[in-house]
């Protein structure tokens, strides 16, 4: 087992040497975006060893003599000397970040890693515009949904900048009953109204989610009526 995840990070090494001999033949304009794309390309594909490995480059590059295996990844990037620093919250130009790319990939491992290295759980979906709690409820991802709220159950009823939409709304929208659930018990809200008005209850019974709806009005009686 040893010798295969040695083989297993010599081989990531290689291939990560080969994209950096790439993006180290491209202009200024070009470097830093391609950088940041293979980056999160890295984390969609779920190789977190090499992500760990990226992030932790200056550790890296400091304890390579005392650990022959992260000796041998050292040298690989100081040789190249990246000029952009890839963090837990790099973005592309088209505002994809690393939770964001971790969430929608199902990449619910390095989704931990990230929010333990300092990762916004504020970042916002560049297409929804929502928070990457929103983006787990659209996507169904129920693991996501459970780690962000032990990172933070202060984001529960946390209402979109665009159109009010809480991450409740989401869920609702499609029809992801075990979300709904967990977010009922961290206090979810299904009273809050969004900017046109509508409640989580309201689009519950709108789209006919009968069973979703019952979950609903069992919970507004919870916060609302003792």
């Known amino acids: 087992m040893k010798k295969i995840l040695?083989?297993?990070l010599l081989f990531n090494i290689i291939v990560f040497s080969e994209e950096i001999d790439l993006l180290k033949q491209m202009d200024d304009s070009k470097y830093e975006e391609n950088a940041v794309n293979f980056f999160l390309d890295t984390i969609r594909k779920k190789n977190n060893l090499l992500v760990i490995n990226i992030l932790d480059?200056?550790?890296n590059r400091q304890q390579r003599q005392q650990n022959a295996v992260e000796g041998a990844y050292g040298p690989v990037i100081e040789r190249r000397q990246?000029?952009?620093?890839?963090?837990?919250?790099?973005?592309?130009?088209?505002?994809?970040?690393?939770?964001?790319?971790?969430?929608?990939?199902?990449?619910?491992?390095m989704l931990s890693e990230?929010?333990?290295?300092?990762?916004?759980?504020?970042?916002k979906h560049p297409v929804f515009g929502r928070l990457a709690l929103h983006t787990a409820c659209y996507y169904g991802n129920t693991?996501?949904?459970?780690?962000?709220?032990?990172?933070?159950k202060n984001i529960v009823n946390y209402q979109s900048d665009n159109d009010g939409w809480t991450p409740l709304d989401d869920a609702v929208l499609k029809g992801h009953i075990q979300i709904v659930k967990i977010l009922l018990e961290y206090g979810a809200d299904p009273r809050v109204p969004n900017f046109k008005d509508e409640t989580p209850i309201d689009?519950?019974?709108?789209?006919?989610?009968?069973?979703i709806v019952k979950l609903l009005r069992d919970q507004d009686k919870k916060l609302h009526w003792n």
């Open 6 to 8: 040695i083989w297993l």
């Open 57 to 59: 480059v200056e550790k």
């Open 82 to 109: 990246m000029r952009v620093q890839l963090t837990v919250n790099s973005r592309n130009r088209q505002g994809y970040t690393p939770i964001i790319v971790a969430i929608e990939s199902g990449n619910n491992e």
């Open 114 to 123: 990230l929010l333990k290295r300092g990762a916004s759980v504020y970042e």
């Open 143 to 152: 693991e996501a949904v459970k780690i962000l709220l032990e990172h933070n």
């Open 203 to 211: 689009m519950a019974t709108k789209f006919g989610k009968g069973e």
